[in-house]
């Protein structure tokens, strides 16, 4: 599929030069060929090691790519980039920051549970001492290091400020177009609509009685050609349910202070007179410096191939400079997760 002379067993799909449409047809081929393998498969397991294993009847019933912990680069000896999801609760958006991390940095993404149960959660709060538990899983002890986009960046933020506060080191805090304090209900916002192009479908798929067409939003999710295409309209169902919740917790939310810096990451597309940025939303509770980045991007496209470049040379910069020679400490090395 990827035109290369050798792939090593252990070596990502992705890390070889493969992308999301390469995958989709890495997945016909080997449905054509007679082997189940699904495009999520593929975003999920990422080496042919593990794709070999993916068959097996012991996995059959795991919603892969839907668990809490998604696992995106397992291995490494740098202490792990762990990236919250946004509202709608998916961290598949975070997998391309493979390619601009370098082979050593484990990378994890944190996923919403409603992709596996049914009960949503109640606050910010209880979203970080769920994920807390899931990052301690792989790495017990700090430094941490910690972002998010939207939500997640006050999932994130709310993470930083629990560690600090049990005595852990935050390395690095990344938070990526996240505000806290935003007055979403009184802004009356229509969820639906905002929610179809936080994933790049046109909202004008709304009826006017406000429900969607989904046999249409099915249909061009299928052609996008990107994991979005693999989703069932069950799954659909849960990004909308999660995406609703976040928003009413996001306003909710009241941060308390931070002992350290932030790496901040604006969007400057479609923003208003008076809209707020790094510092003047997060300066009065960070007690250190808020480092700004401005990326020419609307708010729901910073996942794009470009926008996410930008990021990403950034943080490889910070933890390449946290860990120029590879881990600060030798305490406990990062496992991989056996999934």
């Known amino acids: 599929m990827l035109g290369v002379e050798r792939a090593g067993a252990d070596v990502s799909f992705f890390d070889l030069g493969g992308d999301s449409i390469a995958a989709l047809r890495l997945a016909g081929r080997a449905r054509a060929a007679g082997i189940e393998l699904t495009p999520r498969d593929v ?80 606050s910010v709060e209880e979203m970080a001492d769920d994920y807390l538990a899931q990052v301690r899983s792989v790495r017990p002890h700090g430094p941490y290091h910690l972002a998010g986009w939207s939500l997640g960046g006050l999932v994130a933020y709310e993470m930083a400020v629990r560690l600090q506060a049990a005595g ?59 994991a979005l295409a693999t989703l069932g309209e069950d799954d659909l169902v849960n990004v909308y349910r999660n995406y609703e919740n976040g928003l009413v917790h996001a306003e909710r939310y009241r941060p308390g202070p931070f002992k350290g810096d932030v790496v901040f990451f604006t969007a400057t597309r479609g923003r208003g ?23 020419d991007a609307d708010h729901h496209l910073l996942m794009e191939p470009a926008p996410a470049a930008e990021m990403g040379a950034v943080l490889a910069a910070r933890l390449g400079a946290l860990h120029p020679t590879g881990p600060a400490e030798r305490g406990p090395r990062t496992e991989g997760t056996s999934r």
């Open 43 to 122: 975003f999920t397991h990422q080496t042919a090691e593990a794709l070999a294993r993916a068959g097996d009847p012991g996995r059959q019933g795991e919603r892969l790519g839907f668990e809490v912990l998604l696992p995106i680069r397992a291995t490494g000896s740098r202490p792990p980039l762990f990236l919250v999801h946004p509202a709608g609760g998916l961290a598949w958006g975070y997998l391309q920051f493979r390619r601009h991390l370098g082979p050593d940095q484990p990378i994890y993404g944190l996923q919403a549970r409603a992709f596996t149960r049914g009960e949503l959660p109640g």
């Open 168 to 226: 852990e080191e935050v390395g690095l805090l990344a938070l990526i177009d996240a505000y806290h304090g935003q007055d979403l209900e009184t802004e009356r916002r229509e969820v639906l609509p905002e929610l179809l192009e936080a994933i790049g479908v046109d909202a004008r798929m709304v009826a006017a009685d406000g429900s969607p067409d989904l046999e249409q939003i099915m249909a061009v999710l299928a052609e996008r050609g990107d």
């Open 273 to 295: 007179p008076g809209s707020p940025t790094g510092r003047s939303n997060w300066g009065a509770l960070v007690g250190g410096e808020i480092e700004e980045h401005p990326l």
